[in-house]
């Protein structure tokens, strides 16, 4: 699949956990592959070719699909605006040409930031989220980490999974929950 995305001029990467989870050595199942270059129509022929794709978030451009008995979320880089209040209350643009390090700072930690890419086997990292694992660091990506509140109960459950160190600077912003 990664190798037709390629051909046709567009990017793939697995990102977030599994790439957090490859690095430390974890088994993961935690397929999420971000599509960048291609238009939905031709991500869709691709996909179909191996499998039935389902939209599950057709607004946030996320599909599903199972290939070889494992599932995998497929989804367009997006960027996320804050419109009211609460977890829910963001405005979700998807755009299947934004670069990797724009979309990388929508995520929560620098940790989940990073990629895989599926055809060169290389580790796109923008947030520096291999340094911070190195370190055992839990750092948020940017001020945007503030708008969602499980975010806090996230810095929680991955520091104490991954017996991670939470900076000051994350730790303040968790505090500002509601």
Known sequence: IAHDIHELGGESHLVGGWVRDHILGVDSKDYDVEVSGLEEEVLLAILNRYGKASSVGKSFGVYLMRHLDVQYDFSFPRTEVKISDGHRGFEIQSDPFLD???????????????????????????????????????????????????????????????????????????????
């Open 100 to 178: 990797f390090e724009t979309a990388s700072q929508r995520r929560d930690f620098t940790i989940n930031a990073m990629g895989f890419n599926l055809v060169t086997g290389q580790i796109v990292d923008p947030q520096n989220g291999q340094q911070d694992l190195d370190k055992r660091l839990l750092k948020h990506v940017g001020p945007a980490f503030g708008e969602d509140p499980l975010r806090a109960l996230r810095a929680i459950q991955f520091a104490g999974r991954f017996d991670l160190t939470v900076p000051q600077a994350t730790i303040d912003i968790c505090a500002e929950q509601d």
